[in-house]
């Protein structure tokens, strides 16, 4: 076995050496080696099933799967925790299989390692492409020393559904803001090189429409036009791939009828359109699940149908491993599908510099404490960044001096605030507020005060998370630090393992006592601040919202919550997140979104005969884009003027107050009329995040092309077509004066 490997490596290494032939070459040279089999397995992906440092496993489906690692049939692995681990299974692969093609380990790396920084849905409030693409390498960096080199993000799939768990996860409702985050977060863990010891493969996920689940219903139907599909679907993805992401993933839900994984238009616009050329992964087990779906009468066909979409890999549905092979015998499956497939996953390999050295990712190995990591303070400037002032009427920042009641659910939580998709991190290893706030203000001042009990039962990954809605035990705690107090600080909201994968709800309301704590709470103490920590928007009461002093949205803010969020509410830097999702007054407007169309009753009228509901307003609780900060920022009237081929957009905004803000200034567009259909009222075609001193001011100018005017049509054409344009620039999507101009 080993001699065979040996020298195909050396013969390998050196023509490519004496000839520097291209990873085509190379790859090609591998491929002839293998039989079907061998191809098959590098189509074949296991989760991380056994402790690779121990004894092999014997027995069931672990032991299966150790037999199929040392036949050379499998490419790939994920979930796999730790360098020694990482190197005992390549060590299989390398020196016990006939050809020693390495493994890719791969993880999903989603908002960092060990040390986490907030959700993506909290970065994406930051509105700063930078420090996303920071964030994005600090977690390749921290990864790749524990072995990985593939990373299953950034999630890009646009949602404007609250109700969907997996929100969380993404950059929100905007495909421009979504396609500018997913490049960075591409360039973030891909680095300039792949064959970087630092870098790890990226993949854009899931393929495709993922994000439009009907109720909001993880797993479930998706049906978009087509105009959608192109103009607000697709774009993420397309710049995901315009970045150079290395991977693609396929979703789990079907696209108008067919399931994505089995979807040939998919791939086709994926492979041929767009002309991708890394490797398609299924999601786990979603070549599998079409059997669910009933587009699969058993897994063979679910392998045939899978292979002939192009899906380049299978997770975990055991499929390709099974009867790909024989369907390429009986002539099923051509073998060239599978040629293309095994020549992405060999490219990515050898990319990766795996080929060259297999063991390249083994070499750093280290561990950090997450709260000191190299990495933490980048992950407490995102979270400071990230958390949005929904309402501030002068009472933060607080002062040292102001005795305060620090009370409720989430202030000593160390583990919430990691979120659910924090696969490789330890549980409780986030700082808490109370230990933020310490940090920040010293304990004099400070009663502390959790209250009644927030969940019940285990908390982790696969279970629900059991909320307490009875018990108020604890309550009066709550209520007599409050009472003797001259502020009281409520941190509450949802569990981090309340939103994520499987995580849909009905309801977005404060979960459990939470409601029935703040008013009692009310009762008795007029100055209330409430920071909210949720991995989704979530609905407030209007009581609620109009009694409290101010409001501030923590997300979930990872590892160095804690401290980022004191130094919000000391005043130690002004908040400057803004929404990349709207906030819905209930549940009942959803999905409601600011790039709506105008429909033809836009209204308000007399009569009845509008778009409106009887029992309450179309207007969101807070509109997209929107966020305070400790001063006020004031925008001139926009200005539009022709330029040539381009537009000139500008407006004077000035810091009218006594603090220094980061100022996130959007630029909006409305075309009045398309042929390829109605247009959004608004659509977001530039951002600029500018930093003002006190009183300082700023003419703030956008070059608009025709391009960023275009439309995508169902044949996948960028489509520019002169006429009427309105333009904002405003500080959230639903202000600012508009300036019209005739795009001659
Ligand atoms: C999960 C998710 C996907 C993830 C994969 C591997 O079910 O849908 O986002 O990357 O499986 O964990």
């Known amino acids: 076995m080993k001699k065979v490997y040996l020298l195909s490596a050396i013969l390998v290494a050196a023509s490519a050496l004496a000839q520097k032939q291209s990873t085509a070459w190379r790859v090609d040279s591998v491929l002839e080696l293998m039989t079907l089999e061998e191809k098959v397995g590098q ?29 050379g049939w499998v490419g790939s692995v994920l979930n796999v925790q730790g360098v020694e681990e990482v190197r005992a299974m390549q060590r299989v692969a390398v020196e016990e299989t006939r050809l020693g093609i390495p493994l890719i380990f791969g993880c999903d790396v989603i908002h960092g390692y060990k040390t986490l920084s907030p959700v993506p849905l909290a970065e994406a409030a930051s509105w700063d492409l930078a420090a996303i693409e920071k964030s994005a390498r600090n977690a390749a960096e921290e990864a790749t020393a524990y072995g990985l080199n593939w990373t299953f993000a950034p999630m890009v799939d646009i949602s404007r559904d609250p109700r969907w768990g997996r929100i969380m996860e993404g950059a929100g409702e905007d495909p421009f803001l979504g396609s500018r985050i997913a490049e960075a977060r591409v360039h973030g863990f891909q680095g300039s090189a792949l064959n970087d010891p630092l870098s790890m493969a990226a993949c854009a996920k899931h393929f495709a429409g993922y994000g439009f689940s009907e109720a909001g219903r993880d797993y479930n139907t ?15 993805f397309q710049a995901a791939k315009k970045a150079g992401v290395a991977t693609f993933m396929n979703s789990f839900n079907t696209l108008n009828g067919i399931p994505a994984t089995g979807n040939q238009a998919l791939a086709s616009v994926l492979k041929e359109d767009w002309g991708f050329e890394g490797v398609l992964v299924s999601d786990w087990g979603s070549i599998g699940e079409m059997q669910a779906h009933g587009y699969a009468e058993n897994l063979t066909q679910a392998t045939q149908q899978a292979a002939t979409a192009r899906c380049d890999m299978d997770m975990e549905s055991l499929a390709y491993v099974q009867y790909l092979a024989a369907l390429v015998r009986e002539g099923e ?17 050898f990319d990766l510099g795996l080929m060259d050295d297999p063991y390249r990712y083994c070499k750093r190995p280290g561990s950090w404490e997450p709260t000191t990591s190299p990495w933490s303070a980048d992950a407490q400037d995102l979270a400071e960044k990230s958390a949005v002032l929904l309402k501030n009427n002068g009472i933060l920042p607080l002062t040292k001096k102001q005795a305060i009641a620090l009370v409720g659910p989430m202030v000593q939580e160390k583990n919430s605030p990691l979120g659910n998709w924090r696969v490789s991190s330890d549980d409780n290893t986030a700082l808490s507020l109370y230990e933020g706030m310490v940090q920040v203000r010293g304990e004099k001042r400070m009663a502390v005060a959790s209250g009644p009990v927030f969940l019940k039962g285990p908390i982790s990954f696969p279970f629900e998370a059991e909320i307490n809605t009875t018990d108020t035990a604890g309550l009066h705690s709550v209520v007599d630090a409050a009472r003797n107090a001259e502020i009281a600080i409520l941190a509450l909201g949802e569990h981090g393992f309340h939103s994520g994968e499987a995580r849909s709800r009905m309801s977005l309301h404060l979960p459990g006592v939470q409601e029935h704590m703040i008013r009692e709470v009310l009762k008795v103490q007029e100055h209330v601040v409430l920071v909210l920590y949720a991995g989704r928007p979530m609905i407030l009461p209007e009581d609620i919202t109009e009694q409290v002093d101010a409001i501030l949205l923590a997300w979930q803010p990872g590892t160095m919550g804690g401290p980022a969020i004191a130094n919000l509410l000391m005043g130690k830097r002004s908040p400057s997140g803004r929404l990349p999702v709207t906030f819905p007054r209930t549940e009942g407007q959803i999905p409601l979104y600011y790039g709506a169309f105008n429909t033809g009753r836009p209204g308000p009228s007399d009569a009845v005969f509008w778009s409106h509901y009887g029992d309450g307003p179309n207007t969101p609780a807070y509109p997209f884009g929107y966020g305070l900060t400790y001063s006020t920022v004031t925008y001139a009237a926009t200005q539009a003027k022709q330029m040539g081929d381009s537009i000139a957009v500008t407006a004077l905004v000035k810091n009218e107050g006594k603090v220094a803000v980061d100022e996130v200034v959007q630029l909006y567009a409305r075309d009045h009329h398309s042929s390829v259909g109605v247009q959004p009222v608004r659509r977001l075609i530039g951002f600029q995040r500018v930093t003002l001193k006190p009183g300082e001011e700023r003419m703030v100018s956008f070059s608009v092309t025709a391009d960023l005017l275009s439309v995508t049509t169902s044949e996948g054409e960028r489509l520019f077509e002169p006429g009427t344009f309105s333009f904002w620039v405003a500080p959230h999507s639903a202000a600012g004066t508009s300036a019209s101009l005739d795009w001659k």
């Open 43 to 71: 189509m074949n992906q296991y989760n991380g099933f056994w402790n690779a440092t121990g004894p092999a496993p014997v027995g069931g489906d672990a032991a299966t799967k150790y037999q199929h690692l040392r036949n």
């Open 222 to 236: 998706v049906d978009v036009s087509d105009y959608t599909l192109y103009n607000v679907i697709y774009p993420p």
């Open 333 to 349: 499956i051509s073998e060239s599908i599978v040629d293309d497939a095994v020549r992405r996953v060999l490219k990515l390999k």
